[in-house]
């Protein structure tokens, strides 16, 4: 083990040595931000940066992947393979498991994940949560016992409000202590905006971003440090006053969002008893400006952040702060985990029974939108609940050839349209279905059909085109 | 009694004899949407019509307003004045409390109001509600028993999603059966979304409608009708598919809103907890598009939609519709009830002690910037804690010469600002206080203050200008 170790020093210092005229950004954690910001900080405009990509030893084949020249995320942007192409062609990236890496950073970014474990029962009833903190706690023990004096500690990481202050800089102070060094780090926090999907790049390069530091020395670092990856001439930093207000100012954005989709569930429930299509309803709210932002009914929440971030808020407040509970954002979480079973629901009900032996085809698997990331897809809940009931189920999802959390693989090609099905669910609105003709050639050939649009995507003229299937569209009043 | 009623009918009839060559347009309801509507409707721009505003008899003090020439409603809209003088000028619009106007109508315009009864405990706990139909049926009784055979009714009232269908509807069917005739009314619903303050004849004129029919003949008439009254070329109709839609469209617009602010509020206790400036933080928020409808902390939530329309709605969904309590609606209202609390109760910690023998002078009451309508201010809350307490208080509103509600004489000069105080509260952010300077002049003579800034319109230039004065600032970390 020893000559491993000494072996990647080697390599960590041969990838220096190549650029002995850069500065050092380390990035701890290659998931879906670190993996890209990697690979952003290393295309910087002025080549000022090498960039060491750091996980942990279990996730060596992702950094193998990176190391052998091929990005381990698929995406729809082509932007992020020309973006890593580039950085290899400047040599300005390598991936390592060596935590040999933080003693040579200048800059250490911080974009490992940080998770809410949930409580929950029957149908994902959401009875309790927590936030195991140690993960995150031995990560900044591993930088902060081996990084250079004055670096400068960038968190990215969606992090319980008051995590820079009471967790990350006492754990810096009692590492500097033990080192017999003066308190010289600098710690800031910036979050981003990443959407997966075709502005992958983009959302992190050419987008507003918020930051502040432990102190004006930091932040003072963490503004400089941004205007060299960050086009911001075009998109204004923000500085806030404190490293608390910027953790908060992101899960506060993602509760808003979730909250405002739990609130229009509700209404879609209720629209539904009055034969009302909220779709209609919401596009005329849209018109007025103070009501732009209000949510259109759907399928359900999914992906890294709506999912938990409220709960992380929640939790900051009383434990961290012990101030109040986040009442509505808690609710929000517990109201869109179940969300899937309203659609669930309302296909048993049009079936007057449970779908046991019958075949459904499942359209999108993902949880967004011409995008292929399916962590905590709200598919799966309507997958199980099917699959419980013995329906014979079908998935179609072009962007998800391998169902990662279900380790199933799935077709995305058209032999799932030869089959004959009692019925089709739009799981994910991707465009090949609706926009992009997919869905109608489909039905030109089926009979008997009930089609499930969980996102009201199927407009007038389609339905109109197919009157002699029967369709029956949660949401548009004609369920 | 019965010479009076026929000096009024021969008055209408009078009145009528002059608008021969017009259709009568009828106005059920002269309040704060019908007294505005009334002229809007007499000033349309091919002068077709003839508008009588009815009202209770109960009413008559504003009813003989109207008559004498005087609009009984104080605004800051010039237009008021000026659409209802060219009104008289025409002689287009005559108020009366005479239900005889009924059997002269081609359309009747429902403006009445529909009150939620809330049931409270201390300091305005919402302990539950109840939604009493019986004034609005029998308004439409009323109607139907006296109208002419091929009306419109054009319900503008904001009701529970499905009155239309399921009550006014059978009302007239009742009444028309009653009086032997074929149910050949016309019932459609539109809701205005009328702002009091200085867009107020705008916002009725000027801005975009929603409307339905109980059937096509219905909706048809409503849309020729609002032709007639509506900029409708800059400001398109937006048809919806039946009443329960544009019925639950208005209710949820204003839920959308009085959820934001709940959840906006338990984020202000947050912040406040981790020394956080929610105002610097919402503003970087508001920066997405996708976030611009993310609400600013405040004092709370007055006037007469917000505090009662989430609550009209979940009524009906479970009365009406046998179906789900709109949980996250009802939740906004209780939180948003109990908001001034919030300021009353960071104020009391300042002090350490409740404000007996403390003299307050609160900036401004009515529940709205620039405008003078006290309806459910959030201002009354605040005033009786600090009241109960034993605290003088002195009120200054140059909008409210009368606080109606509490039946006051407010102070709208400059004699409160040469009083010595303990505190100031911003209770309402009209501009005057800081943006034209009010509160600059009267704290460079003050000393000892502290300035409780409720809805965070103190910038960073007054705060350092008077840097001699004690501030504290609510939701700005500085509490």
Same mark, same amino acid.
């Given at each position: 083990?020893?000559?491993?170790?000494?072996?990647?020093?080697?390599?960590?210092?041969?990838?220096?040595?190549?650029? /002995?005229?850069?500065?050092?950004?380390?990035?701890?954690?290659?998931?879906?931000?670190?993996?890209?910001?990697?690979?952003?900080?290393?295309?910087?405009?002025?080549?000022?940066?090498?960039?060491?990509?750091?996980?942990?030893?279990?996730?060596?084949?992702?950094?193998?992947?990176?190391?052998?020249?091929?990005?381990?995320?698929?995406?729809?942007?082509?932007?992020?393979?020309?973006?890593?192409?580039? =950085?290899?062609?400047?040599?300005?990236?390598?991936?390592?498991?060596?935590?040999?890496?933080?003693?040579?950073?200048?800059?250490?970014?911080?974009?490992?994940?940080?998770?809410?474990?949930?409580?929950?029962?029957?149908?994902?009833?959401?009875?309790?949560?927590?936030?195991?903190?140690?993960?995150?706690?031995? =990560?900044?023990?591993?930088?902060? /016992?081996?990084?250079?004096?004055?670096?400068? %500690?960038?968190?990215?990481?969606?992090?319980?409000?008051?995590?820079?202050?009471?967790?990350?800089?006492? %754990?810096?102070?009692?590492?500097?202590?033990?080192?017999?060094?003066?308190?010289?780090?600098?710690?800031?926090?910036?979050?981003?905006?990443?959407?997966?999907?075709?502005?992958?790049?983009?959302?992190?390069?050419?987008?507003?971003?918020?930051?502040?530091?432990?102190?004006?020395?930091?932040?003072? =670092?963490?503004?400089?440090?941004?205007?060299?990856?960050?086009?911001?001439?075009?998109?204004?930093?923000?500085?806030?006053?404190?490293?608390?207000?910027?953790?908060?100012?992101?899960?506060?954005?993602?509760?808003?969002?979730?909250?405002?989709?739990?609130? %229009?569930?509700?209404?879609?429930?209720?629209?539904?008893?009055?034969?009302?299509?909220?779709?209609?309803?919401?596009?005329?709210?849209?018109?007025?400006?103070?009501?732009?932002?209000?949510?259109?009914?759907?399928?359900?929440?999914?992906?890294?952040?709506?999912?938990?971030?409220?709960?992380?808020?929640?939790?900051?407040?009383?434990?961290?702060?012990?101030?109040?509970?986040?009442?509505?954002?808690?609710?929000?979480?517990?109201?869109?985990?179940?969300?899937?079973?309203?659609?669930?629901?309302?296909?048993?009900?049009?079936?007057?029974?449970?779908?046991?032996?019958?075949?459904?085809?499942?359209?999108?698997?993902?949880?967004?939108?011409?995008?292929?990331?399916?962590?905590?897809?709200?598919?799966?809940?309507?997958?199980?609940?099917?699959?419980?009931?013995?329906?014979?189920?079908?998935?179609?999802?072009?962007?998800?050839?391998?169902?990662?959390?279900?380790?199933?693989?799935?077709?995305?090609?058209?032999?799932?349209?030869?089959?004959?099905?009692?019925?089709?669910?739009?799981?994910?609105?991707?465009?090949?279905?609706?926009?992009?003709?997919?869905?109608?050639?489909?039905?030109?050939?089926?009979?008997?059909?009930?089609?499930?649009?969980?996102?009201?995507? %199927?407009?007038?003229?389609?339905?109109?085109?197919?009157?002699?299937?029967?369709?029956?569209?949660?949401?548009?009043?004609?369920?």
């Amino acid at each position: 083990m020893i000559n491993e170790v000494t072996q990647e020093q080697k390599n960590i210092d041969a990838f220096l040595a190549a650029n /002995s005229d850069k500065k050092v950004v380390v990035v701890q954690g290659l998931g879906f931000v670190g993996a890209v910001m990697s690979i952003v900080v290393a295309n910087s405009d002025a080549n000022e940066y090498a960039v060491i990509g750091v996980d942990l030893p279990n996730r060596k084949p992702v950094i193998d992947t990176l190391n052998n020249g091929e990005f381990p995320i698929h995406s729809t942007d082509a932007k992020v393979y020309e973006y890593f192409e580039n =950085a290899r062609k400047r040599n300005t990236f390598y991936a390592t498991s060596d935590n040999y890496a933080y003693t040579k950073a200048d800059v250490v970014i911080v974009d490992i994940n940080l998770d809410v474990a949930k409580e929950v029962g029957v149908d994902k009833k959401l009875e309790g949560y927590s936030v195991n903190m140690d993960g995150f706690k031995a =990560a900044m023990h591993t930088i902060a /016992s081996r990084c250079k004096e004055d670096v400068l %500690i960038l968190v990215e990481t969606t992090v319980p409000p008051g995590t820079s202050q009471k967790i990350v800089r006492p %754990i810096f102070e009692e590492e500097f202590e033990k080192r017999g060094l003066a308190p010289t780090f600098k710690i800031g926090h910036s979050y981003e905006r990443v959407m997966p999907g075709p502005g992958y790049v983009d959302s992190i390069k050419n987008f507003y971003r918020v930051f502040s530091g432990i102190n004006e020395e930091s932040a003072d =670092a963490v503004e400089k440090f941004l205007h060299t990856i960050i086009t911001t001439d075009e998109y204004p930093l923000t500085r806030l006053g404190n490293t608390n207000a910027t953790e908060m100012s992101k899960v506060l954005e993602n509760s808003f969002r979730a909250m405002n989709i739990a609130f %229009i569930q509700e209404w879609t429930e209720f629209a539904e008893s009055a034969g009302v299509n909220l779709y209609e309803v919401v596009n005329a709210i849209r018109m007025r400006p103070t009501h732009q932002n209000i949510m259109r009914p759907g399928l359900g929440v999914g992906g890294y952040c709506l999912t938990k971030d409220p709960l992380l808020a929640s939790w900051a407040s009383q434990e961290l702060f012990d101030s109040i509970t986040l009442t509505q954002s808690e609710k929000a979480v517990s109201i869109n985990d179940r969300m899937p079973l309203h659609t669930y629901k309302t296909i048993t009900k049009h079936f007057g029974a449970d779908l046991y032996g019958k075949k459904v085809l499942i359209l999108g698997v993902s949880y967004l939108q011409n995008v292929g990331d399916t962590r905590y897809t709200p598919v799966e809940l309507l997958y199980d609940k099917l699959e419980a009931d013995g329906t014979e189920i079908v998935l179609h999802d072009p962007f998800v050839p391998q169902w990662v959390e279900k380790d199933m693989m799935i077709d995305g090609g058209d032999d799932a349209f030869d089959g004959a099905y009692d019925a089709v669910i739009i799981g994910t609105p991707h465009d090949i279905y609706v926009k992009d003709g997919k869905l109608d050639s489909f039905l030109s050939k089926s009979d008997n059909l009930v089609v499930f649009d969980s996102h009201g995507v %199927i407009g007038d003229e389609l339905r109109k085109k197919h009157t002699n299937h029967e369709f029956k569209i949660i949401g548009r009043g004609d369920v």
